[in-house]
């Protein structure tokens, strides 16, 4: 069974950090494009950061809003992928999902999250005082 779990979620204050873990079961993250995308209340879920498989190499993207902040990251020995945020703010408070991508379906990774096929079942962040 294919499965993606999340994890390092929490309660943290602003301008502190967290990393997330992406673990997978049942497949090789290696050989899948992963992205993070996360939803708050009320708003549409956001493509934040994806790094591409590593057929086509370490690429990354990541949104406007976290570029600077967050980090994406794979350990293939682990089958693991990271989500290192820092300098979080409150408006990054929401729920974090990871999600793969076979990484023969397109060429590099995207934020769009019609494009991932598998899906985690979340990690609530909360940035608050």
């Known amino acids: 069974q294919l499965q993606l779990v999340e994890s390092g979620g929490g309660l943290v204050q602003p301008g502190g950090s967290l990393r997330l873990s992406c673990a997978a079961s049942?497949?090789?993250?290696?050989?899948?494009?992963i992205g993070w995308f996360r939803q708050a209340p009320g708003k549409e879920r956001e493509g934040v950061s994806c790094?591409?498989?590593?057929?086509?190499?370490?690429?990354?993207n990541s949104a406007d809003s976290v570029k600077g902040r967050f980090t994406i990251s794979r350990d293939n020995a682990k089958n693991t992928v990271y989500l290192q945020m820092n300098s979080l703010k409150p408006e990054d408070t929401a729920i974090y999902y990871c999600?793969?991508?076979?990484?023969?379906?397109?060429?590099?990774?995207?934020?769009?999250?019609?494009?991932?096929?598998?899906w985690g079942q979340g990690t609530q962040v909360t940035v608050s005082s």
């Open positions: 049942g497949f090789t993250l290696d050989y899948y494009h």
């Open positions: 790094i591409s498989s590593s057929r086509t190499g370490p690429i990354t």
């Open positions: 999600a793969a991508s076979p990484g023969v379906i397109q060429p590099m990774c995207v934020l769009r999250g019609d494009r991932y096929t598998y």
